[in-house]
């Protein structure tokens, strides 16, 4: 299994980055796949989640109306787009899923809100 996260970077508050993670090593369409973020000294955190047969998604509060999961199964590939940027999301953020019990991780994509 291999997660690859990209589309990090720096942005001022109010922007937008679109992260992307692109999965292999598994049956991509029949897993639920996860975003979570860690910040320094935080725990890490559920971002967004997007079900595997009919893409339903859930968000965490403090995300919702401003970030959207979405997926490509022909891509193996899962999004998450981050409108409206606040400094409070500033983070690490990781794409995960769970196979036979076991979280696979990839290496993280750091967001850095800042001006």
């Known amino acids: 299994v291999q997660l690859v996260e990209s589309g990090g970077g720096l942005v001022q508050p109010g922007g937008s980055l679109r992260l992307a993670c692109v999965a292999s090593?598994?049956?991509?369409?029949?897993?639920?796949m996860r975003w979570f973020r860690q910040a320094p000294g935080k725990e890490r955190e559920l971002v967004a989640l997007?079900?595997?047969?009919?893409?339903?998604?859930n968000y965490a509060n403090s995300v919702k109306g401003r970030f959207t999961i979405s997926r490509d199964n022909s891509k193996g590939t899962v999004y998450l787009q981050m409108n409206s940027l606040k400094p409070e999301d500033t983070a690490v953020y990781y794409c995960?899923?769970?196979?036979?019990?076991?979280?696979?991780w990839g290496q993280g994509t750091q967001v850095t809100v800042s001006s």
């Open positions: 997007i079900s595997s047969g009919d893409g339903i998604t």
């Open positions: 090593g598994f049956t991509f369409n029949r897993y639920l």
């Open positions: 995960n899923v769970r196979l036979q019990a076991n979280d696979y």
